[in-house]
């Protein structure tokens, strides 16, 4: 798989073997130290990209960024890794804002409409990884949590002002890495809805992960951000054994 180090690789990478899958794992930044066959690559490197899947029969393309080298990793790197896995198995990660948010309940079959450049950098990697490895799946999901330190605990306990009419469908990690590998072992090309089974504003998401309410601010969208990403998932729920739990299952005490 690509960027694991990533919080989603890391939980791929500690879950896979359970699933009988030896796992090789590319790292760019920092080598994480959880067992597995490490191999540092930039995805942007067509070559290093052939060279990291040579000898393997399935791939999940994790890696992304945010802001700085976002289109050349995104874009790029997704269509070197779609066409070095050509052959093979791949699960190409997406995301929810390729969407504008004007609808909510996004379906599979839904057209992209992106309103802000990350997002534009993955609808386009989705149209190139599909061109590239048409049997593809473009795994779009949510806001993923649910490590000590992640991202989005980081924001819930740093940030001071959070949106409340900006709607997403978190899902947690461990849920989302049990589902992708289960997809591992299934034909479906084309997109994939995976997000968790509740719909909750960023603000909210924040209280859940531990924010003093007491503490932040309740903000309005701003016009490059998309309102409501939320995902319709049940073609995934129908599909997969493995659970995408809703957040206040998660969170609110029942599991």
């Known amino acids: 798989m690509t960027g694991g180090a990533g919080s989603l690789g890391a939980a791929l990478v500690a879950l ?15 080598k994480p130290q959880i067992r597995a066959e490490w191999v540092h690559a930039d ?63 996004y379906r599979e079959e839904d057209t992209p409409r992106p309103v802000n450049p990350y997002g534009r950098s993955k609808a386009e990697a989705e149209l ?33 002002k959070f949106f409340v009419d900006e709607l997403r469908s978190p899902v947690h ?16 090309p084309g997109p994939l809805h995976l997000g968790g089974a509740d719909d909750v504003s960023r603000y909210e998401f924040a209280v859940l992960l531990g924010a003093d309410e007491q503490v932040i601010e309740r903000a309005q969208t701003t016009p490059d951000r998309a309102p409501d990403v939320t995902l319709d998932s049940s073609q995934a729920a129908a599909l997969l054994t493995a659970r995408l739990r809703g957040v206040h299952e998660v969170l609110g005490g029942g599991g």
């Open 173 to 188: 990690v461990d849920d989302l890495a049990r589902a992708l590998l289960e997809l591992l072992d299934l034909e479906v």
């Open 43 to 105: 995805v942007r490197d067509a070559e290093a990209m052939e060279r990291a899947v040579d000898g393997v029969s399935a791939v999940v393309h994790t890696a992304y960024r945010l802001g700085s080298d976002e289109w050349s990793t995104n874009v790029d790197g997704a269509e070197n890794v779609a066409r070095a896995a050509s052959g093979r198995r791949l699960i190409h990660l997406s995301t929810d804002v390729v969407f504008d948010g004007t609808l909510g309940r």
């Open 16 to 30: 896979a073997p359970a699933r009988g899958w030896d796992v090789r794992a590319t790292w760019w930044t920092h």
């Open 128 to 160: 190139r990884v599909a061109d590239a490895n048409p049997g593809a799946t473009i795994a779009r999901t949510s806001l993923i949590y649910g490590l000590l330190d992640g991202p989005q605990e980081r924001l819930a306990h740093e940030g001071r």
